[in-house]
C-alpha cells in the first residue's frame, strides 16, 4: 500500500503509473480534496488508513474503498449505517494499540472492549472484518517493532483459532517504510509504505 497522505495528485499518479494500486489515506477532509480529480484511475483502491471520528463514518463510507482503522463498537455502528445507506460492504481492518500507547488510537489487546467489538460483528451486516492493523511504537532501529509485530500476529493467530462468526483474519496490516523488513518477516500482509515511495511529505 502506498500511504499517499499530503501528497499532491501528481505525485499519486506516478505511483500509479508505476503500477500501484492501493493507496492508504489519513485524513476524510484531505482526501474528500483530491477524490474528484483522482476518478479516472478507475483500478486505484482508496483505503482510510487513520484515525476515524465516528462524525465522519458517513463522508468515509462515500469516499473510501475500505476502513483500516476501525476501534470502536460505535465507529463500527456509524460507519455500518453509512455503508448500507451507500449500498456497499466495506471491509474493515480493527486497529490494535499493541504499545499502549495513550497518544496513539487503537484497541488494546485482551480488554473488554475489543471483546465486546468481537462480539457484536454479526450485527454489522454492511462490514466485512478481515484482519487486524498496528502501528507500532516508533524506534531508529527497526528491529525495536519486531515485538509488536508479533504480538499482533499472536493475536491474530489466537482471535483466528475461536473462528467467531463474521470474521475473517487473512490480513495483517502492519509495517512502514523504515520497519517493513521486519514486519514481513513476522507475517505482515499488507505493508504501508510512504516515505520510500513519495519522499519526505511536504512540510505544513
Given at each position: 500500500?502506498?500511504?499517499s497522505?499530503?501528497?499532491?495528485?501528481?505525485?499519486?499518479?506516478a505511483?500509479?503509473?508505476?503500477g500501484i494500486?492501493?493507496?492508504?489515506?489519513?485524513?476524510?477532509?484531505?482526501?474528500s480534496?483530491k477524490?474528484d480529480?483522482l476518478?479516472d484511475?478507475?483500478?486505484?483502491?482508496?483505503h482510510?488508513?487513520?484515525?476515524?471520528?465516528s462524525n465522519?463514518?458517513?463522508?468515509?463510507a462515500?469516499l473510501?474503498a475500505a476502513v483500516?482503522s476501525?476501534?470502536?463498537v460505535?465507529?463500527?455502528?456509524?460507519?455500518?449505517?453509512?455503508?448500507?445507506?451507500e449500498n456497499?460492504?466495506i471491509?474493515v481492518?480493527?486497529?490494535m494499540?499493541?504499545g499502549?500507547e495513550?497518544?496513539k488510537s487503537g484497541v488494546?489487546?485482551e480488554?473488554r472492549d475489543l471483546?465486546?467489538l468481537?462480539?457484536s460483528?454479526?450485527?454489522?451486516a454492511a462490514?466485512?472484518?478481515?484482519?487486524?492493523?498496528t502501528?507500532?511504537?516508533f524506534?531508529?532501529?527497526?528491529?525495536?517493532a519486531?515485538p509488536?509485530?508479533r504480538?499482533l500476529?499472536?493475536?491474530r493467530?489466537?482471535?483466528?483459532?475461536?473462528k467467531?462468526?463474521?470474521?475473517?483474519m487473512e490480513?495483517?496490516?502492519?509495517g512502514?517504510?523504515?520497519?517493513f523488513?521486519v514486519?514481513?518477516?513476522?507475517?505482515s500482509?499488507?505493508?504501508?509504505v510512504?516515505?520510500a515511495?513519495?519522499?519526505e511529505r511536504p512540510k505544513p
Open positions: 500500500m502506498a500511504v497522505k499530503t501528497h499532491p495528485t501528481e505525485r499519486i499518479r505511483a500509479y503509473a508505476g494500486r492501493v493507496f492508504g489515506e489519513n485524513r476524510v477532509q484531505e482526501f480534496g477524490a480529480s476518478l484511475l478507475v483500478e486505484a483502491e482508496w482510510m488508513i487513520g484515525h476515524l471520528q465522519k463514518a458517513a463522508k468515509a462515500e473510501f483500516d476501525l476501534d470502536s460505535k465507529l463500527a455502528d456509524r460507519l455500518n449505517a453509512a455503508a448500507e445507506q456497499k460492504k471491509p481492518l480493527i486497529e494499540n499493541v499502549g495513550e497518544s488494546p489487546p480488554t471483546e465486546d468481537l462480539q460483528v454479526p450485527r454489522f462490514l466485512e472484518f478481515r484482519g487486524l492493523m502501528v507500532p511504537p524506534s531508529d532501529d527497526a528491529q525495536g519486531r509488536y509485530f504480538r500476529r499472536e493475536l493467530d489466537s482471535i483466528a483459532r475461536r467467531l462468526p463474521g470474521i475473517s490480513v495483517l496490516s502492519m512502514m517504510s523504515h520497519d523488513e514486519a514481513v518477516e513476522e507475517g500482509t499488507c505493508v504501508r510512504g516515505t515511495i513519495f519522499g
